[in-house]
């Protein structure tokens, strides 16, 4: 089938490379010139693992193309929006610019009986009030949610755990499901679920599955600032209530926090839109998920202090990570980066690395001083603080090792991805989220 994918960053680049390596025709588009042109030559512009190589085939094949004009979208069977739905400025709610005008600048393109295919976040709302454009046009509009993790983005959409299609009532609706299940194919035909709901629902699966698993971490980083109030350890505490099926031990790891582009503004988009609709109290409690979740980030600071007897001035404090979480470049609303600010606003010498993120980072925050290098960065440091848990920091980065290097002996583990035991084995003073 062609398809066209409209908005070349994260979701587009990866739902336009990931369907042409599973047999479709499609033509990516965006307006960054910049973009479309590294895309043509099969560079991938942001590390995703395993997204290099489906792009190289894509473009090889002759099945994937890129392009800034918007006409070579004419001809596709289906057209999907995969564009950004940032947060306002100076509001919680999300701002859809980018829709809208990837929509209207879609219209003149569409023919009768395409299908427009929106996978971005947006408000419950937003697929009605676009519907009577779109078939103005003769196309029918669905709303296809993605639910891609950063790092496992390319295996998620080719191998996803559901599919969901938001449809318009009646037969309309019933063939553009159709010509989706044809899409994901493969998918469907090995058994994974595909679920068809009208727009509303399919908008609000998205949000809900964000808004739950926002609220499953924040608990556990309630819990973790009880522990530390009263000597507990949060990291037991996980384990013991993970056995409950009704409860589960994935995503129960106190820390630092969550980041990144979608969940944070996603939750707050999600409570504004509630307070639109005259429903705030439904999910008011998101306000308090958000607000725990910034909170982590002001304990791994004061962890740091801690460490160093009081004060971080003229200390060397090597921050492991930059980018809001493993196996992803992406630096937006990092927990990490923004641990590295605060201490190197609280006069620390900070000195951050990490595999992937580091020019992302230098670009956001100049001010700080980056090595690619673990060993050089952790170098004469006085205090080592893991805030991103790379493997290379979480389980190859031996204490015995670090003795080596370092000048202090102060580990602030804001993961909790370090064995406690064995750091404080080699003589150092390990400092944990929500543990003794």
């Given at each position: 089938?062609r398809?066209?994918?409209?908005?070349?960053?994260?979701l587009?680049?990866?739902?336009?490379?990931?369907?042409?390596s599973?047999g479709?025709?499609?033509?990516?588009?965006?307006?960054?010139a910049?973009?479309?042109d590294?895309?043509?030559?099969?560079?991938?512009?942001?590390?995703?693992?395993?997204?290099?190589?489906?792009?190289t085939?894509?473009?090889?094949?002759?099945?994937?193309?890129?392009t800034?004009?918007?006409?070579?979208?004419?001809?596709?069977?289906?057209h999907?929006?995969g564009v950004?739905t940032?947060q306002?400025v100076g509001a919680?709610?999300a701002d859809l610019?980018?829709?809208?005008a990837?929509?209207?600048?879609?219209?003149?393109h569409?023919?009768?009986?395409?299908?427009v295919?929106?996978k971005?976040?947006?408000?419950?709302?937003?697929?009605?009030?676009?519907?009577d454009?779109?078939?103005?046009?003769g196309?029918?509009?669905?709303?296809?949610?993605?639910?891609?993790r950063?790092?496992?983005a390319?295996?998620?959409?080719?191998?996803p755990?559901?599919?969901?299609?938001?449809?318009?009532?009646?037969?309309?609706?019933?063939r553009a499901?159709?010509?989706?299940?044809e899409?994901y194919?493969?998918?469907?035909?090995k058994g994974?679920?595909?679920?068809?709901?009208?727009?509303?629902?399919?908008?609000l699966v998205k949000v809900?599955?964000?808004?739950?698993?926002a609220?499953?971490?924040?608990?556990?980083?309630?819990?973790?600032?009880?522990?530390?109030?009263t000597?507990?350890?949060?990291?037991?505490?996980?384990?013991?209530?993970?056995?409950d099926?009704?409860i589960?031990?994935?995503?129960?790891?106190?820390?630092?926090?969550f980041?990144?582009?979608?969940?944070?503004?996603?939750?707050?988009a999600?409570?504004?839109?509630?307070?639109?609709?005259?429903?705030?109290?439904?999910v008011?409690?998101?306000?308090?998920?958000?607000a725990?979740?910034?909170?982590?980030?002001d304990?791994a600071?004061q962890?740091?202090?801690?460490?160093?007897?009081?004060?971080?001035?003229d200390?060397k404090?090597a921050?492991?990570g930059?980018?809001?979480?493993?196996?992803?470049?992406d630096?937006?609303d990092?927990?990490?980066?923004?641990v590295a600010?605060?201490?190197?606003?609280?006069?620390?010498?900070?000195?951050v690395t990490?595999?992937?993120?580091?020019?992302?980072?230098r670009?956001?925050h100049?001010?700080?001083?980056?090595l690619t290098?673990?060993?050089?960065?952790?170098?004469?440091a006085?205090?080592?603080?893991?805030?991103?848990?790379?493997?290379?920091y979480?389980?190859?980065?031996?204490?015995d090792?670090?003795?080596?290097?370092?000048?202090g002996?102060?580990?602030?583990?804001?993961?909790?991805?370090?064995?406690?035991?064995a750091w404080?084995?080699?003589?150092?003073a390990y400092?944990?989220?929500g543990?003794?």
């Amino acid at each position: 089938m062609r398809l066209s994918v409209i908005g070349c960053g994260y979701l587009g680049a990866v739902h336009a490379a990931a369907m042409a390596s599973i047999g479709h025709e499609v033509v990516g588009i965006d307006v960054d010139a910049r973009k479309i042109d590294a895309l043509s030559k099969g560079d991938a512009p942001f590390f995703e693992p395993g997204l290099q190589e489906i792009l190289t085939d894509g473009i090889r094949s002759g099945r994937l193309s890129f392009t800034t004009d918007i006409s070579a979208a004419a001809g596709a069977k289906v057209h999907f929006i995969g564009v950004g739905t940032p947060q306002q400025v100076g509001a919680h709610a999300a701002d859809l610019t980018y829709v809208n005008a990837a929509v209207d600048s879609l219209l003149p393109h569409l023919s009768d009986g395409d299908i427009v295919a929106g996978k971005s976040t947006v408000p419950v709302g937003t697929a009605a009030e676009l519907a009577d454009r779109v078939a103005a046009s003769g196309a029918t509009l669905v709303w296809n949610p993605e639910f891609l993790r950063e790092g496992w983005a390319v295996q998620d959409t080719i191998d996803p755990d559901r599919l969901v299609a938001g449809v318009p009532a009646g037969a309309e609706g019933e063939r553009a499901a159709e010509v989706l299940r044809e899409v994901y194919h493969p998918a469907v035909a090995k058994g994974t679920p595909f679920i068809v709901t009208d727009y509303a629902t399919a908008e609000l699966v998205k949000v809900a599955a964000n808004a739950f698993l926002a609220t499953k971490i924040s608990f556990i980083n309630a819990m973790a600032e009880i522990a530390e109030v009263t000597g507990a350890d949060v990291t037991q505490l996980a384990d013991a209530i993970g056995h409950d099926a009704r409860i589960g031990r994935r995503f129960l790891g106190a820390g630092i926090g969550f980041g990144g582009g979608c969940l944070p503004k996603d939750i707050r988009a999600f409570a504004a839109r509630a307070e639109e609709l005259g429903r705030g109290e439904s999910v008011g409690f998101l306000r308090e998920v958000d607000a725990i979740n910034l909170r982590r980030r002001d304990r791994a600071v004061q962890l740091v202090i801690e460490a160093l007897g009081g004060s971080v001035v003229d200390k060397k404090v090597a921050v492991l990570g930059a980018a809001f979480k493993p196996h992803s470049d992406d630096v937006r609303d990092s927990p990490a980066l923004d641990v590295a600010v605060r201490l190197n606003g609280l006069g620390a010498k900070v000195v951050v690395t990490d595999p992937q993120a580091i020019e992302n980072a230098r670009r956001v925050h100049p001010q700080l001083n980056y090595l690619t290098e673990r060993d050089e960065a952790i170098r004469d440091a006085d205090a080592i603080v893991l805030v991103t848990e790379w493997d290379e920091y979480r389980r190859e980065l031996s204490p015995d090792h670090a003795s080596t290097l370092t000048a202090g002996r102060a580990v602030v583990d804001g993961r909790n991805g370090l064995d406690a035991a064995a750091w404080r084995a080699a003589g150092w003073a390990y400092y944990g989220m929500g543990r003794p």
